[in-house]
Structures are given as structure tokens and as C-alpha cells.
């Protein structure tokens, strides 16, 4: 799909603070009536297919954990300039994104967005664990809205919801077995 505008969220939904960038596209969807002609998607934890989701888009917003110096929850943004000029690294699985080399390669074809900013977000934790620390849902918080602006301030008519929907992304939410055990209750015996 192409478009003027795209807003993609990356991250490990179970690797806590890793959530940051879908817990940001949660909120947007959830609090936010968003024009059909700008998408706004979690794409999780993209490999080396990365690029097919930038392709055709003149500006993207990218919403990250991202590992730089700070306190938990501080935010952070790069344009596309300084993501191409900080070194790339080597990949460590097929799930990393390397966004840098990923912006060089589609450059080289013609066919990257004009425009990229990276909104990130210092991770409290990354270890093995579902939900964000209370540090960084609050900048979930101000991302998403900032986002807001930031589409507003293009010209993007963005209204909020009359009736949003609860804060709580899919991942957050008690399975039905969960609410069962939580309740007290136990399973039967298999006997």
C-alpha cells in the first residue's frame, strides 16, 4: 500500500519495554479516528522484510525501544539523516531490522521514504516478560500524541475517538483461562 504518510511500530511484544513502539500504535488506534490514506501499523519484530513495508511511503514515523543514554522512559528521535550515519552493526537475528542499512539499500533503488523520523523510547527492561514499565507506558502516552500533532501539523485531519476503547493492547489482556485462575477458580480434575 502507499501513501503520503506511514506510522510503524516495532518491537517484541514479549520482551517488556520492547513493546514501546506497538504499545504507541495500540494507543493511536484505540484513542484516534486515522484518515484511511495514512497507515498505522505494528509490524513487530521485521527482518530482512523491512523494506517492502517502508516501500512507497514519502514519510514514515518509526516508534522504537531504543538503547541509548538516559533514564527509563526518556525519549529520543532521529531523522533519517543521523539513522544512515550511525554505524550499523551486524545483524544478531533475522528479526533485526537494521534500520540504517535498510534506508541505504532502498536509497540505491529510489525507492525509500523522503522523510523518516524515529521516536524511541529508553527501555526500563528487555528481558522476557509482558507489559511495559510504568516509565515508558507514559511515553507511549506522549508519543502517540505527539504523533497527533505531528500528522496535524502536515495537514492530516486526525480527530479523537467519541468512544475510545480501553488503553489495553491485545497482549496486555487476560486470557480467558487467566481470568478464570485469577478468580479463584480451579480446573477439574483430568482423572
Known amino acids: 500500500m502507499s501513501s503520503r504518510f506511514a506510522v510503524f511500530g516495532l518491537g517484541n511484544v514479549l520482551l517488556h519495554d520492547d513493546a514501546f513502539g506497538p504499545q504507541v500504535i495500540s494507543e493511536l488506534r484505540s484513542q484516534w479516528l486515522i484518515p484511511d490514506d495514512v ?14 513495508h517502508l516501500a512507497g511511503h514519502r ?29 550499523t552493526g551486524i545483524r544478531l537475528g533475522p528479526h533485526d531490522p537494521s534500520l540504517g542499512e535498510t ?16 521516536f524511541g523510547a529508553i527501555p526500563a527492561s528487555t528481558e522476557p516478560g509482558i507489559g511495559l514499565s510504568d516509565e515508558v507506558r507514559s511515553a507511549a502516552t506522549q508519543v502517540a500524541d505527539d504523533i497527533v500533532q505531528w500528522l496535524r501539523d502536515q495537514g492530516i485531519a486526525i480527530a479523537p475517538r467519541e468512544s475510545p476503547v480501553p488503553r489495553i493492547a ?6 480467558e483461562f487467566e481470568a478464570f485462575r485469577v478468580a479463584g477458580n480451579q480446573l477439574p480434575d483430568s482423572h
Open 103 to 118: 534506508l541505504l539499500t532502498m536509497d540505491l533503488v529510489d525507492d525509500g521514504p523522503r522523510e523518516v523520523v524515529l
Open 39 to 52: 497507515v498505522v501499523e505494528d509490524l513487530g519484530t521485521p527482518g530482512l522484510e523491512l523494506s517492502t
Open 170 to 175: 491485545w497482549w496486555e489482556t487476560p486470557t
Open 59 to 87: 514519510r514514515v514515523i518509526l516508534v522504537d525501544a531504543v538503547a541509548a543514554d538516559g533514564s527509563p522512559g526518556t525519549l529520543v528521535s532521529y531523522d533519517k539523516e543521523t539513522i544512515v550515519r550511525h554505524p
